[in-house]
């Protein structure tokens, strides 16, 4: 069992299965460059502000980079009997360097360390999640350039409402996933804060230069209480929720794919390299990966849900339960960065048909309120055209016909308002020109 930085205080040595279980270094081992890039900006401003010697300074910089170069590629494993990826590379440098590599922790603690790290490592994750929100934005902009002109049925409450376009229904997702876009952004800029600096709870008694730090990291300022620069987890819970309502808005999605792609509508089909079959039944062509973008949505949701409960009773500052965060919020990124990557080939290479989605809209009296709205046109009041239209709806399904082949003369009866021109006026096109054009 590796040393612990803790050593000195305690006379026995942790029991192997208590140490298991303390140990954080399966989950945290990913924020190695995280780790290192603190270290490093830790130990040039040490250096700087003289706390440490430059020769020390150079040393910790030497050995910090030759470690960071050997884990990239792949010549140094992580050693798992480590608590965790701190003491592992806090310990690895010293091996190297001796004396100067036990220096590096001066003035900092795991605390704020812990949390500049986490800060950071999210904060790349950020970045990513841009690009593939982007690239699913930009998977149903292909089908909307490849259908412009499809017109389909629009539902309320699943039901057939009214006449709208292929393209319309999509940019409503790429409108979700827009303000998607926003609120990662906004989560990031709050989220670029250092922590470092703020040491356990109290900051330090050494002369540091907290700037400096936020210099070299990138961060935009750093945390005005030190007990909150430990204790905060606030960016954790505010990208979790990010991600839910992104996982909300592609389950959303996923399930009119599934419904869409489905015998009962038929109105895309999905490619057989996004699809899979069945094990039994040789005619089955099953959406498992919208299937399971939907599932997931539920995974991310308990992830948040584990981060609000861990933090919601916790007194300052830093208390042992915030090691949970990492497993949640972890596990919440890379899920729906995952989904993102599933969503966007499978809404590219997705086949719309625009036959059967036009069958579909010219079945369910969608024009309804159209045929209202000539009345309405004509001077009648809205509620007294509403009256008229929905009995002739009903003179409709008695007949088994549709408001674009009810005769003329039905028309007339039920209103001399009621001319020729009524036809043009309710055709699917009409309808849909005069609301998307």
């Not at 040490?46 to 910790?60: F, M, R, S, V």
């Not at 699943?158 to 996933?177: D, T």
């Not at 024009?367 to 001077?379: E, H, K, M, S």
């Amino acid at each position: 069992m590796a040393e612990k930085l803790w050593a000195g205080r305690f006379t026995k040595q942790t029991d192997q299965a208590a140490h298991d279980f303390n140990a954080s270094i399966a989950v945290d081992c990913r924020m190695w460059r995280e780790d290192i890039a603190g270290s490093l900006a830790h130990a040039a401003m040490l250096a700087k502000q003289g706390i440490i010697t430059p020769e020390d300074g150079q040393a910790i910089e030497r050995g910090l980079l030759e470690i960071a170069t050997e884990l990239e590629h792949g010549k140094l494993e992580i050693d798992m009997t480590f608590e965790d990826i701190h003491s592992f590379i806090e310990s690895e440098l010293t091996a190297r360097i001796g004396e100067a590599g036990k220096r590096l922790h001066t003035g900092r603690s795991r605390n704020d360390q812990v949390a500049t790290d986490l800060r950071l490592y999210l904060r790349g994750q950020c970045d990513e999640l841009r690009v593939e929100i982007e690239a699913v934005i930009a998977a149903l902009q292909q089908q909307r350039d490849a259908h412009p002109d499809v017109i389909m049925p629009g539902y309320t409450h699943l039901q057939r409402a009214q006449p709208i376009l292929f393209a319309q229904h999509l940019l409503a997702y790429q409108e979700m996933l827009r303000r998607d876009i926003l609120r990662v952004n906004d989560c990031q800029a709050r989220m670029n804060v250092s922590p470092l600096g703020s040491g356990a709870l109290a900051g330090t008694g050494y002369p540091i230069d907290r700037a400096s730090t936020v210099s070299a990291l990138g961060f935009d300022g750093y945390t005005a209480s030190t007990l909150d620069g430990v204790s905060d987890r606030d960016f954790c819970m505010e990208l979790a929720a990010v991600l839910s309502i992104i996982m909300v808005h592609l389950s959303r999605l996923c399930e009119e794919l599934i419904l869409w792609c489905s015998w009962e509508f038929r109105f895309i089909e999905l490619d057989g390299a996004y699809t899979t079959g069945s094990s039994m039944m040789p005619q089955k062509k099953n959406p498992d990966l919208a299937e399971l973008i939907r599932g997931k949505s539920g995974r991310v949701f308990g992830d948040l849900t584990a981060l609000l409960t861990m933090m919601k009773a916790q007194p300052l500052a830093y208390n042992k339960d915030m090691q949970e965060d990492k497993p949640a919020i972890f596990d919440a990124v890379d899920t729906t960065r995952v989904c993102l990557q599933a969503a966007a080939p499978m809404l590219a290479t997705m086949q719309a048909k625009p036959e059967q989605m036009r069958r579909a809209a010219a079945e369910g009296f969608i024009n309804a309120t159209d045929c209202a709205d000539y009345l309405v046109a004509r001077g009648m009041p809205f509620r007294t055209a509403y009256k008229i239209v929905g009995e002739l709806v009903a003179q409709c399904i008695a007949a088994d016909c549709t408001l674009e082949t009810l005769p003329l003369a039905q028309y007339q009866a039920a209103n001399e308002l009621f001319t020729e021109d009524i036809y043009a006026f309710v055709a699917l096109e009409a309808c849909v020109q005069r609301r998307f054009s």
